[in-house]
């Protein structure tokens, strides 16, 4: 089966870092993705593992490890822009797999 | 603003009709996948579109069907809409198949 695990909600602090766990089992995998949706828009694209490490753009890194089926999202600095759905999503065969997204509030 | 266009932004219509939602991929790219979100949830694929070929299909009824044009953009058809149909829908557009980049979606409200 398809199985993909965040934690439904979290709060943080302006100023503070977070980090958002993804943990996976899929019957395939080509790589994982991070996206970030405000509500009633669009997710956009934040990253895409494909191998195991970090990888850290600006603000934000994100981290892979294929043998224990686990990413996270670390979010540094939070501003209160940040405050958003976090999607976590495995990329296989063309297609992409969602978890149900973590609700991010970041509070002053 | 990732070049992808969807059309309606916003839809109602009453159970048992039928709904043709649009999308327009971004320039250069082949492949169109669509996605339905409920709320609360995240996006669940619906089927994907390669050069006017059906090229995989998630967990969806037949009466969810789709069209890609030569000009690769592409239609989500839903026929006999039920209440749980409901949600917005998204089309993702991409060239290698890899990143995918997302229009703004429909909201689709089945009453």
């Known amino acids: 089966g398809q199985n993909i695990d965040q934690p439904t909600e979290m709060t943080a602090t302006e100023g503070a870092i977070v980090q958002i766990n993804c943990t996976y089992q899929t019957s395939g995998f080509n790589g994982l993705f991070w996206y970030q949706q405000h509500a009633g828009e669009a997710p956009t694209f934040l990253s895409y593992?494909?191998?195991?490490g970090l990888e850290e753009k600006g603000r934000f890194s994100s981290f892979l490890s294929r043998s224990k089926g686990y990413s996270y999202l670390l979010l540094k600095e939070l501003q209160m822009k940040d405050s958003a759905s976090y999607l976590c999503?495995?990329?296989?065969?063309?297609?992409?797999?969602f978890g149900q997204g973590t609700e991010l509030s970041v509070k002053p | 603003e990732t070049g992808v266009t969807q059309s309606p932004t916003h839809l109602i219509k009453t159970r048992g009709q039928q709904v043709t939602l649009r999308c327009s991929s971004q320039s250069g790219h082949n492949t169109v996948s669509w996605y339905q979100q409920a709320l609360g949830q995240g996006p669940q694929f619906i089927f994907q579109?390669?050069?006017?070929?059906?090229?995989g299909r998630g967990n969806f009824p037949p009466r969810f069907s789709g069209l890609q044009f030569p000009n690769y953009s592409s239609e989500l058809n839903v026929n006999a809409l039920e209440l749980d149909d409901s949600a917005l829908y998204l089309c993702a557009s991409s060239s290698t198949g890899h990143e995918q980049y997302f229009g703004p979606g429909t909201r689709l409200t089945v009453t």
């Open positions: 999503a495995v990329h296989q065969g063309g297609k992409l797999i």
């Open positions: 579109y390669y050069r006017e070929e059906e090229n």
């Open positions: 593992n494909v191998l195991d």
